[in-house]
Each structure stands twice: as structure tokens, then as C-alpha cells.
């Protein structure tokens, strides 16, 4: 079955740099365009960075461009996340979602991991 | 702010149907796809295209759309439905960014 576990989350200070990691698990990793999303304590859904399947591709929300960099690295199934210049702002729950492909919609994120805990706290 | 618009709560009787709905210009040209978060978990695809339910999601969940606004419609509701559901689409210029709506918490009642 698909699994996806993320890692590397935890406590940082403003400023600072983390990078997350995602490992893929019961289907073709290559084949398959990846997501972040983010959640803020109490908050929504954040849509944050897009790798397309073979990383030839990166896309990223307004309030992270510049400062994130999503990678993959499809010989070892894992996706990544580099967070740098880190924020309060960014504190939040960062899940990494497989991305599912159907005409005229937008991005459907059809399998989840449980996500990593990011707090950035001075 | 959010290209997407919600209803931030909704509320339902045991067994009654509930409609929740999602806003945006970009709808008229894409569908929507929605999630189940339920407290403590990872968000669950419950809805995707014209009107396609995953695989293991109770055909009571069903989807429509009419001009700008999606709606994703829970047919005789049970207590396991309380969560809080977020849409998701292409952003207003429709390029590749992704976007989400605010999110509606849904109390059965």
C-alpha cells in the first residue's frame, strides 16, 4: 500500500535552516509529481511546493518562493524539502502528498503522509 | 486570503443531507477536489473531479458543480462525517499554483 513518512521536522530559531524529508513506499516514486502542504496550529490548508516527477519542474507558493527548495531523489524514493530563512510564520504541520493527475482540475493530492511538526521559535 | 471560498461552518442532523460549498471564478473552467480532516490526522481525498469518489469513500459523498461554486454533498450524514472539509483547485490565473479554500467545519448534530 502507498506510504509516505515524513522526517526532520522540530524546533528552530528564526532564521535558521531545516530540511525535511519525505520516503515513499508502495508505488512507482518516479512516476508520480509530489506536493508539500503546510497547516498552521489551528489554521487551514496551505498549498507550498510541487517537484514534478522527474524533478525537471518546481513550483511554489508566494509565501515561500525564494526561500524553499523542494528536490527528489527518485533512485532512493524520498522527496525533500530545504527550508532556509526561517520565520514564526512557517511554524506549522508539513505533509508531503502524492499528486493524482485528472482532466480539468487542479491538483489532487491523493495519498498523505501524517506529517512533521516545523516550529520556529526564538 | 484565499482565491477559494467556504462557508467556515456547517451543520447537519444525524441522517439529513448537507451541502458544502466552494467559490471561485476559476470553477467555472475546473473542477474541485475535496478533503476530510478529521482532528489529530492527515487530510483524506473524499472527492475529485466531475464527481469521483476514492476508492473506501462511502458513496453517501457526492460531488457537483454549477458555474463558479463546487459543491460536495453528504447524503444521510453519520456522526463519523464531523470533520472539517477544504477544497482545492487551480488558483485564479490558472497556473501552477495551488490553491485551497478556507475550510468548513461540519458538526453532526
Known amino acids: 500500500q502507498v506510504q509516505l513518512v515524513e522526517s526532520g521536522g522540530g524546533v528552530v530559531q528564526p532564521g535558521k535552516s531545516l530540511r525535511l524529508s519525505c520516503a515513499a513506499s508502495g508505488f512507482r516514486f518516479r512516476d508520480y509529481g509530489m506536493h508539500w502542504v503546510r497547516q498552521a496550529p489551528g489554521k487551514g490548508l496551505e498549498w507550498v511546493a510541487i517537484?514534478?516527477?522527474?524533478?525537471?519542474?518546481?513550483y511554489y507558493g508566494d509565501s515561500v518562493k525564494g526561500r524553499f527548495t523542494v528536490s527528489r531523489d527518485n533512485s532512493k524514493n524520498t522527496l525533500f524539502l530545504q527550508m532556509n530563512s526561517l520565520r514564526a510564520e512557517d511554524t506549522a504541520m508539513y505533509y508531503c502528498?502524492?499528486?493524482?493527475?485528472?482532466?480539468?482540475?487542479?491538483?489532487?493530492?491523493?495519498?498523505w503522509g501524517q506529517g512533521t511538526l516545523v516550529t520556529v521559535f526564538s | 486570503s484565499s482565491d477559494l471560498t467556504q462557508d467556515p461552518a456547517v451543520s447537519v442532523a444525524l441522517g439529513q443531507t448537507v451541502r458544502i460549498t466552494c467559490q471561485a471564478d476559476?470553477?467555472?473552467?475546473?473542477?474541485a477536489s475535496w478533503y476530510q480532516q478529521k482532528p489529530g490526522q492527515a487530510p483524506v481525498l473524499v472527492m475529485y473531479g466531475k464527481n469521483n469518489r476514492p476508492s473506501g469513500i462511502p458513496d453517501r459523498f457526492s460531488g457537483s458543480s454549477s458555474g463558479n461554486t463546487a459543491s460536495l454533498t453528504i447524503t444521510g450524514a453519520q456522526a463519523e462525517d464531523e470533520a472539517d472539509y477544504y477544497c482545492n483547485s487551480r488558483d485564479s490565473n490558472g497556473n501552477h499554483l495551488g490553491v485551497f479554500g478556507g475550510g468548513t467545519k461540519l458538526t453532526v448534530l
Open positions: 502528498a502524492r499528486d493524482f493527475y485528472s482532466d480539468r482540475s487542479g491538483y489532487i493530492f491523493d495519498y
Open positions: 476559476s470553477l467555472r473552467r475546473y473542477y
Open positions: 517537484i514534478w516527477s522527474d524533478g525537471a519542474a518546481t
